[in-house]
């Protein structure tokens, strides 16, 4: 898991929450992960399409 769930314990409270249950650390970590890994997957396509084995910002940028 690249997101901890007290990363994402920590963004919940640095945009304001008083207090953050673990379930919705454990929830907001998930989506945070499965979104990261998607565009991830998406920007390393790009790349290979072009031929790169280099994954450039231009790649998750597009990728998004």
């Known amino acids: 898991m690249a997101i901890s769930k007290q990363a994402a314990r ?3 409270k640095e945009v304001g929450a008083a207090r953050v249950s673990d379930s919705a650390a454990m929830e907001l970590s998930e989506r945070i992960n499965r979104f990261a890994y998607d565009l991830a997957k ?3 396509k790009l790349a ?3 031929k790169r084995a280099t994954v ?3 790649d998750v ?3 998004s």
């Open 10 to 12: 920590k963004i919940l």
């Open 42 to 44: 998406k920007a390393v």
């Open 48 to 50: 290979s399409h072009a």
């Open 56 to 58: 450039k910002s231009d």
């Open 61 to 63: 940028e597009l990728a």
